[in-house]
């Protein structure tokens, strides 16, 4: 991961919100001052977003096209930052400087991994047990939805703590979002119930969490980080188990260059294809309308296809 300089903070909403920090801002139904919630990328602006629906602004630093790595904080988004009545960040070194400023701000600061057990996000496979002391852990959760169900609730708890006025609406939209979620869940499990290959090669390992869930087996060029240089022998070794196993495709992501994925599948004699770790929405995607429910879908979509699944599940 990046150090302190690289970080970033919610959803791509954009900054929709932009000028609704501090005081003198909008007013709830009762005449308070509306809360005021920052998050990290776009994952977390949407669970926010949907828990607050409008009783709250929640503010996505992260601009729409940017992988969340690479957001260099400006002084207005410290600001941002420090002045929030609650800040949704990921922890595990995700976004360290998002993290930093979280802490010593004056509002709740929530870290979405707070409770979850996270794994290894080593692309090894060999890595999965064993001692995993001082290793990078995975923060790729919410990937699973239903992990991304429990963060859910922490945001839902977060705003209830902060505004127990309106507990009941960050109480019913909860539930209303994790419901949609638990139903996209159930249709992962029932589509790639039956697939003949179980194999995900990917650029970086980002799907370990949704590989698990599902009963499929990841094998990743490089690490957590999208910026983590791929390995030679590593490379050797995936075009090798690309050709062993039968696997049709290597997929590539959208945010970062797919020139790892596209050298590796050209290696392997196999095809590429587009498998989105969600880490935030193009432009293009916003316009288009897309959620992280209908871009998972899409990717449900693309892995039924590579894995060669029966549609009847």
Request: aromatic share 4%; proline share 5%; charged share 25%.
């Amino acid at each position: 991961m990046r150090g302190r300089g690289g970080a970033a903070v919610v959803l791509a909403g954009v900054l929709v919100a932009g000028a609704c920090g501090g005081a003198g801002g909008d007013r709830t139904a009762e005449g308070k001052a509306r809360l005021q919630v920052v998050a990290g990328f776009y994952p977390l602006f949407e669970a926010a977003r949907r828990v607050a629906g409008d009783r709250v602004d929640v503010v996505n630093l992260t601009p729409a096209g940017t992988e969340p790595h690479d957001l260099e904080l400006t002084t207005r988004q410290v600001d941002l930052i420090e002045g929030a009545d609650i800040v949704v960040f990921l922890g595990a070194g995700f976004q360290p400087g998002v993290e930093e400023v979280a802490q010593r701000g004056e509002g709740e600061a929530i870290d979405a991994l707070k409770g979850l057990t996270l794994t290894p996000g080593s692309p090894e496979e060999g890595h999965a047990g064993g001692d995993h002391a001082g290793e990078e852990m995975d923060p790729h959760v919410w990937l699973d939805p239903g992990l991304l169900g429990r963060v859910v609730e922490r945001v839902e708890a977060g705003l209830a703590e902060a505004d127990p006025e309106g507990e009941a609406v960050y109480a019913r939209n909860s539930e209303a979002y994790r419901r949609e979620l638990g139903l996209l869940d159930d249709e992962f499990g029932r589509r790639l119930s039956h697939c003949p290959r179980r194999v995900l090669v990917t650029a970086h390992a980002a799907f370990g969490y949704l590989a698990r869930r599902y009963g499929l087996t990841q094998e990743a060029v490089a690490g957590v980080s999208p910026e983590s240089e791929p390995n030679p022998e590593r490379l050797a070794e995936l075009a090798e188990l690309v050709r062993a196993t039968g696997t049709t495709t290597v997929f590539t992501e959208t945010l970062v260059s797919p020139k790892v994925g596209e050298t590796l599948a050209r290696e392997a004699g196999v095809t590429t294809a587009v498998l989105n770790p969600l880490e935030g929405l193009t432009p293009e995607e916003l316009k288009a309308g897309k959620t992280y429910a209908s871009v998972m879908r899409d990717n449900l979509d693309t892995l039924v296809k590579a894995l060669g699944c029966g549609e009847d599940g």
